[in-house]
């Protein structure tokens, strides 16, 4: 088993910054996909960034140059700098650590994000 922790989260006014972390405890593994999902007010649950053991990366188009996803192998710990923040990124922040072929796939309980306009 594999617990996840994300912390970071809050308010922030637009144009601001926030920095969000997730630490995992429990079992690890050598191959493993990190990534920032994130699910706003009535809407479905959507990947944000991920990154892989080769530091693969992937993002959405709409973060792209503003958002960076970062691990720490040591720490078992995956980052989400956001910058330059905008209203439409307020939601729940989930992080998910998932064992490509395995049935390895765990969620975070969320961190609320609120950027104020």
């Known amino acids: 088993q594999v617990q996840l922790v994300e912390s970071g989260g809050g308010l922030v006014q637009a144009g601001g910054s926030l920095r969000l972390s997730c630490a995992g405890s429990g079992n690890r593994f050598r191959i493993v996909t990190r990534g920032w999902y994130r699910q706003a007010p009535g809407k479905e649950r959507e990947l944000v960034a991920s990154i892989t053991s080769g530091d693969d990366t992937n993002y959405a188009d709409d973060v792209k140059g503003r958002f960076t996803i970062s691990r720490d192998n040591a720490k078992n710990t995956v980052y989400l700098q956001m910058n330059s923040l905008k209203p439409e990124d307020t939601g729940v922040y989930y992080c998910?650590?998932?064992?490509?072929?395995?049935?390895?796939?765990?969620w975070g309980q969320g961190t609320q994000v609120t950027v104020s306009s």
């Open positions: 998910r650590f998932t064992v490509p072929t395995t049935r390895y796939d765990y």
